[in-house]
T-cell receptor, first 115, second 115 residues
Framework: KAGVTQTPRYLIKTRGQQVTLSCSPISGHRSVSWYQQTPGQGLQFLFEYFSETQRNKGNFPGRFSGRQFSNSRSEMNVSTLELGDSALYLC??????????????FGEGSRLTVL | GENVEQHPSTLSVQEGDSAVIKCTYSDSASNYFPWYKQELGKRPQLIIDIRSNVGEKKDQRIAVTLNKTAKHFSLHITETQPEDSAVYFCAASITRANTGNQFYFGTGTSLTVIP
């Protein structure tokens, strides 16, 4: 099975711009969640989608948004970028329902640098 | 919401010694506690997990213990090897059938095993 794929892997933006990141989950996984990873802050939960619906949401401002498509692929968007948005954005997929839904399978991340 | 604290933030041990990483959580409804290992430049990967109806779980050199009363859980690595060097994240999650899991991660422990 192919793993979780995130694109792009690296990107550089300037303040005020917007960015869209993409995540393709493991085939058959219906849950996709997004995390922001910064040094010293660990992994902070952004949101989770299941069957095209946002099921859970973390404590991030409205500039952070996401969506999920019918094939379970997900995108997240950050508008009006700030310097503090520089981070590694990790996507994780899981089956989403039933036993064994606990494990998260992470992608390699998209490293965003805001100048 | 849930708050997960992880200690220590850095840990250095001699090869062959044991390493212990501790986490506390605040929400008594949390019922699933995974540990992830992230090697430098790579994605986090699940190494062991424990559910709230179990007090201890072992997998070769790795073990996790859970004290529900005190709301803390620990990762134990015995006979450490250089390849154990990585950042380790604990997490707590409430698993619900209809809303899936929302994970709260600790801030990570950077483990260095000195040959």
């Amino acid at each position: 099975k192919a793993g979780v794929t995130q694109t792009p892997r690296y990107l550089i933006k300037t303040r005020g711009q917007q960015v869209t990141l993409s995540c393709s989950p493991i085939s058959g996984h219906r849950s996709v969640s997004w995390y922001q990873q910064t040094p010293g802050q660990g992994l902070q939960f952004l949101f989770e989608y299941f069957s095209e619906t946002q099921r859970n949401k973390g404590n991030f401002p409205g500039r952070f948004s996401g969506r999920q498509f019918s094939n379970s692929r997900s995108e997240m968007n950050v508008s009006t970028l700030e310097l503090g948005d520089s981070a590694l954005y990790l996507c994780a997929s899981s089956p989403g329902r039933g036993r064994g839904t606990g494990e998260l399978f992470f992608g390699e991340g998209s490293r965003l640098t805001v100048l | 919401g849930e708050n997960v604290e992880q200690h220590p933030s850095t840990l250095s041990v001699q090869e062959g010694d044991s390493a212990v990483i501790k986490c506390t959580y605040s929400d008594s409804a949390s019922n699933y506690f995974p540990w992830y290992k992230q090697e430098l430049g790579k994605r986090p990967q699940l190494i062991i997990d424990i559910r709230s109806n179990v007090g201890e779980k072992k997998d070769q050199r790795i073990a996790v213990t859970l004290n529900k009363t005190a709301k803390h859980f620990s990762l134990h690595i015995t006979e450490t090897q250089p390849e154990d060097s990585a950042v380790y994240f604990c997490a707590a999650s409430i698993t619900r059938a209809n809303t899936g899991n929302q994970f709260y991660f600790g801030t990570g422990t950077s483990l260095t095993v000195i040959p």
